[in-house]
C-alpha cells in the first residue's frame, strides 16, 4: 500500500506539472480581466459638497462616514452649492456631487455625460424676512435688499425663476451675493431686509432662524401654481409646531417651494460606487423627515438628469445579491469575474485537449529515457574488438547494471508500469547479446 500511495503522489504531481502552463494562462486572463477589463473600484474619490453650515455639509460627512466602512475613502470639497457643483463635475474637480433640481435639464444632462443616482430630498426655498417688513406676496419685495447667494449656489438663478412667474426681475430688488453664514449675520443686524435658502432643513442656519425672534418665514400660499409653472418643483407643508411642539413654533403651517437635492456623477463613475452611494443614500434619507414619509426617498423621480442603470436597478431590486451576504470588495471582485468567465471557458476547451498528451508524456519520459543510453551500449559492442575486447564486454555489463538499478528505482503510475517492465526485458535482451558476445568470437 505504501508503494500505492508513492505512485499515486508520483501521479498527482506530473498532472499538476502538464497542467501548469493552463494554469498559469489562466491565470494571467484573470490577472488582466481584474486590472484592465474591469477595473476595481477606487478607493478614494472627491464629494463637492456646499457651504459652512450647509445641509449639503451635513450630510456630506454622513456620507463620508458610510463608505469609510467599506474602506472607501470619501473627501469633501466645500463649494459654494449646486451650480459650482456642477461646473466641478464638468471640470473634473470632483467625481460626485450633490446638485438642486432645475440647475439643468435632461437634454444637457445627456450632452454633458452626466447621470443622477436619484433625488436624495427636499430642499425648500426659504425666504426669511424681518418683521417690519409685513410683505404678504413677492410682487412686495420690490426696493428691498434681499440676499441670494453667489451665483454659484444655484439659488440666484432659482429665485430668478421665481420673481419671474411674478412678474418681477431682478433689477426690481436690491441682491447681494453674500454666502450663507454672513448673510443670516446681516438679516439679524438689519444690513438687509430678506435672504432666500434653498436647503434641507437639517441646515444649521435654518434651524436657528426658525426660532429667532424678529424674523418670519415667508408663506407661499400659492404653492401649488409654482409648481404647475415650474415642473421641477414640488409643494410641501412646514407643519405647525414641528421646530419645537412645547413653544409651538413654528405658530402656523407654512406653505413651501422646494426643488430637490439629487447625487449626480458623470458617466462611467464605477457601478461598484454607484450601488455604493444608492445603499449609503437609503441609510441617510430612508426615515421619515420634516417633508417626506418613510421610504419616499431616496428616489429615481423628481430629477431631471437620467438615472444612472446600476441605480435605477437598485431602485427596482434592492442591493445585489452578493452583496448582502459578503462584503464590499469581495462581492465586488465575484461581480467582476463574471466578465471573463466566458472567455475563460472558451480558453479552457482546447487547452484541456493538451494537457492528456503531455501528462503521458511527461510520464513515458522517464521511462524512455533509459533507451537512449541502452541504444548507446547496443552501439558500443558493435565496435568491440581486439586485445581489450573482454575488458570492454565486461565495461559494457556494468554499464547496464548501472542502467538497470536506476529503472529499478524509477516510480510511474501504476497505469504506466508495462511501459517500466518492457524496458527491463530489453535490458536482459542487451545483456543476454553481451554475454553471448566470446562465445560467438570463438565460434567464429
Not at 258 to 279: C, K, N, S, W
Amino acid at each position: 500500500m505504501s508503494n500505492v500511495r508513492k505512485f499515486t503522489r508520483i501521479s498527482l504531481r506530473d498532472l499538476l506539472v502538464a497542467i501548469g502552463p493552463t494554469l498559469v494562462l489562466v491565470a494571467c486572463a484573470v490577472a488582466v480581466a481584474y486590472v484592465v477589463v474591469d477595473p476595481a473600484p477606487p478607493r478614494k474619490l472627491v464629494l463637492a459638497t456646499g457651504q459652512e453650515n450647509s445641509a449639503y455639509e451635513q450630510f456630506g460627512k454622513q456620507y463620508q462616514a458610510e463608505l469609510a466602512k467599506n474602506g472607501i475613502a470619501v473627501r469633501l470639497e466645500s463649494s459654494l452649492g449646486s451650480q459650482d457643483n456642477l461646473q466641478r463635475l464638468l471640470e473634473g474637480k470632483a467625481d460626485i456631487a450633490f446638485v438642486q433640481s432645475g440647475m439643468t435639464n435632461e437634454a444637457q444632462a445627456e450632452r454633458r455625460d452626466l447621470v443622477s443616482l436619484g433625488s436624495l430630498f427636499t430642499e425648500p426655498v426659504w425666504l426669511f424676512l424681518r418683521d417690519e417688513t409685513k410683505v404678504k406676496s413677492l410682487t412686495q419685495l420690490k426696493g428691498l435688499r434681499i440676499n441670494l447667494g453667489p451665483e454659484g449656489t444655484g439659488v440666484p438663478r432659482l429665485f430668478r425663476q421665481i420673481l419671474g412667474v411674478n412678474g418681477l426681475v431682478p433689477g426690481d430688488l436690491q441682491i447681494t451675493a453674500l454666502e450663507n453664514t454672513p448673510a443670516t449675520m446681516a438679516l439679524l443686524d438689519g444690513r438687509i431686509d430678506g435672504l432666500v435658502f434653498a436647503s434641507a432643513p437639517e441646515a444649521p442656519l435654518i434651524q436657528m432662524l426658525l426660532q429667532t425672534p424678529g424674523v418670519h418665514l415667508f408663506d407661499f400660499t400659492q404653492a401649488e401654481a409654482y409648481t404647475r409653472r415650474l415642473p421641477f418643483l414640488s409643494h410641501v407643508v412646514l407643519p405647525r409646531g414641528i421646530v419645537d411642539l412645547g413653544r409651538d413654533i413654528p405658530a402656523q403651517d407654512y406653505h413651501l417651494i422646494a426643488p430637490t437635492a439629487t447625487m449626480v456623477a458623470r458617466e462611467g463613475f464605477h457601478p461598484a460606487l454607484i450601488d455604493q452611494f444608492v445603499q449609503a443614500a437609503t441609510e441617510i434619507h430612508g426615515g421619515a423627515g420634516w417633508f417626506q414619509q418613510p421610504g419616499q426617498f431616496p428616489s429615481p423621480r423628481y430629477t431631471e438628469i437620467p438615472v444612472a442603470r446600476e441605480a435605477a436597478r437598485y431602485y427596482r431590486q434592492g442591493a445585489p445579491l452578493l452583496q448582502r451576504y459578503m462584503s464590499f470588495w469581495l462581492a465586488n471582485f465575484f461581480d467582476r469575474m463574471w466578465v471573463v468567465v466566458v472567455p475563460l471557458l472558451a480558453l479552457l476547451i482546447p487547452l484541456s485537449r493538451v494537457v492528456p498528451p503531455l501528462y503521458v508524456w511527461r510520464i513515458r519520459s522517464r521511462v524512455y529515457r533509459w533507451y537512449g543510453q541502452l541504444r548507446a551500449v547496443e552501439q558500443s559492442l558493435e565496435e568491440v574488438q581486439g586485445e581489450r575486447r573482454d575488458e570492454q564486454l565486461a565495461d559494457l555489463l556494468r554499464r547496464l547494471d548501472e542502467i538497470e538499478r536506476n529503472v529499478n528505482q524509477t516510480s510511474v503510475p501504476l497505469a504506466f508500469a508495462d511501459a517500466l517492465y518492457e524496458l527491463r526485458s530489453h535490458i536482459h535482451f542487451v545483456r543476454e547479446r553481451v554475454r553471448r558476445m566470446p562465445d560467438t568470437a570463438a565460434s567464429a
